[in-house]
């Protein structure tokens, strides 16, 4: 069964946080969701590139890249290895590149746009703390759905009705 926001927010209105509509669905994968795993970094995807080559067991890595929209913070490569790696999906508050590659992946992407050019790595960046943009902190271990409605957080797992 396909997840969908409208539905999970018409079912749990009282459990869902809701972001703001600044993300544009980019992966092979259009409706995706599961626990939060937090990275906070600023033009460097060092820990992106950590975290995407461990087993992801269906959670969704969300990255806040500050919004930089100067370089990606993912490409196709690192995409391909979180779909093998079984993440659900990411989330990034920053720009990505190749989305016709990643659209064929088998992942769940969003971010706020696209640019050719990558990110410098110089491994810095934080792995598990809150982060907050569009209106929403992120916790890790919470959880997110997102599809091409939006991206919505609750604390607990929601059932599709």
């Known amino acids: 069964m396909q997840i969908l926001t409208p539905d999970l927010c018409d079912a749990h209105p009282e459990s869902v946080r809701i972001v703001e509509p600044i993300f544009t669905n980019y992966g092979g994968k259009v409706a995706f969701g599961g626990p939060i795993v937090t990275i906070k970094c600023h033009e460097d995807n060092s820990v992106v590139k950590e975290q995407v080559g461990t087993s992801g067991n269906g959670r969704v890595l969300v990255v806040d890249g500050g919004g930089s929209l100067r370089c990606a913070l993912l490409g196709d490569m690192l995409a391909e290895k979180a779909a093998v790696n079984g993440w659900a999906g990411l989330i990034i ?39 907050s943009f569009g209106g929403v902190t992120f916790l890790p271990g919470e959880f997110v759905y997102a599809d091409n409605n939006g991206v919505i957080v609750s604390q607990k797992a929601l059932e599709m009705p």
Do not use: F, H
């Open 93 to 131: 508050y920053g720009c990505i590149r190749d989305v016709d590659e990643i659209g064929k992946t088998d992942l769940g992407v969003q971010a706020l746009r696209t640019i050719p050019i990558k990110s410098n790595r110089q491994g810095r960046g934080d792995l598990d703390i809150p982060v």
